[in-house]
């Protein structure tokens, strides 16, 4: 009976995994024909790529996570391949426009160690709840990441989110997210009823008392300081909605989302007010054409047509796309590969595609949730709403600035934007979601299993 459930799991993510594979090949095909009239050239190492990045993690899964959901991996390796097939559509124009060498190579480089640390953490890490050991020590080391770009000389951008070590370079904030989400659910879980049980009850909301605003003022500050001193909206706003949202998660009391979302509008009010950097994004979003008045007209802190730019690729798109390949997505200019990728999809894919990305990503998070519901231990649930809501507000702060939503965060849009970083921290996330699934579906197997053996 354990064996008949595991493989039929395992088989339908095989099944799914081939589909997976199939439809990134067919995208990488199409795109050469649409490019360059050859459909075949390179197809068969990118082909051969995609199977071994299913196959080896899928007999890892058979091998050491055999419970595990048989959702999470093919969903992660289809955004990933699509994101190769994106990257390889705009290595044509960007050679044409730009000179510029191809990122696709490089990008399929980074997909393979993002799959070779997904497939150790499964091995190696065969219980999520050793990670609750090293609480402290984890939430150490993640501030210690997060606030050394502020040390280093020279930003990207205007934003100071970048270590570089002679030729060797990387974004610490992307592997930080993971990091304060295990942090938080250990927390969390030896104080989650001083949290939910006592505070004074003021105009029918109960509030928290003075005592326990201290967590929630300490990563208000950190996320204030990381607001200031590196300018980075995106890291900011993922650092402090995390613990917000695992706060809700924990005690279920919306007097921490109040205090939460006060205390966030206040201090992006007095950031966004007097730092130059963040005031400029602030205004490039409630003013995005304003960039094409003369420059005595224009408000102060105007800065680029990117803003613009991707709303008219999403206008031209229509609701089918102009086709994969037929667009101008170089008109972008350098960000096209990274936060404003999504441009790509809502030109060449149309709206039609668009929510067709944002609904695998809504099935990613949502198996994550759902690894949550069905785990029996405290921490493993936490940590799973944590990770999900990494990956939820990841896709909300890229997808809502390109579209206008929210202002410009410059953060890489998971598994599909350019940006090694991103790419291994994301599949370490996929990883640790997978091993919770894994301890979910034995927790839930035994439960379902208890009355028939009395």
Known sequence: MRRALTSGRRNR???????????????????????????????????????????????????????????ILPLTTLLSGFGLVLLHRLDFSYAARYKSAGTASNQLMWTVIGVAVCVGVIVLLRDHRRLQRYIYLTMAVALVLLMAPAFFPGDTYGAKRWIILGPLSFQPGEFVKSMIAVFFAGYLVLHRDALALTGRKVLGVRLPPGRQLGPI????????????????????????????????????RTSWVLCGVLMASAGAAVVGSIEPHVKGRIVGWLHPFAVYLPKDQQPPGTGSE?????????GSGGVTGTGLGQGHPDLIGFAGRSDFILTTVGEELGLAGTMVIFMLYALLIQRGLSAALHSRDPFGKLLAVGLASVLALQ????????????????????????????LVANWLLVAVLIRISDSAGRSREAMEAAPTRA
């Not at 199939?22 to 390179?42: H, P, R, V």
């Not at 197809?43 to 048989?70: K, Q």
């Not at 204030?224 to 924990?250: C, H, K, N, P, Q």
């Not at 990117?306 to 999403?314: D, E, K, M, T, Y």
């Open 306 to 314: 990117q803003a613009a730019q991707a709303l008219f690729s999403f």
């Open 395 to 422: 896709v909300f702060v890229v997808g809502g600035g390109v579209m206008g939503l929210i202002p410009l965060t410059g953060k890489a849009l998971p598994f599909l934007a350019k940006g090694g970083s991103s």
């Open 13 to 71: 993510e095989a099944l799914l995994l081939v589909f997976a594979v199939l439809i990134c090949c067919f995208g990488y095909a199409y795109t050469g024909l649409s490019t360059k009239d050859n459909a075949w050239d390179g197809l068969a190492g990118f082909a051969g790529s995609m199977l071994l990045m299913a196959l080896v993690p899928h007999i890892a899964l058979r091998r050491f996570a055999p419970y595990a959901d048989p959702l």
């Open 217 to 252: 003022l300490t990563v208000w500050v950190f996320s204030l300081l990381v607001l200031v001193f590196e300018r980075d909206l995106g890291t900011s706003l993922i650092f402090f909605g995390v613990f917000v949202i695992m706060l809700y998660a924990a005690t279920e």
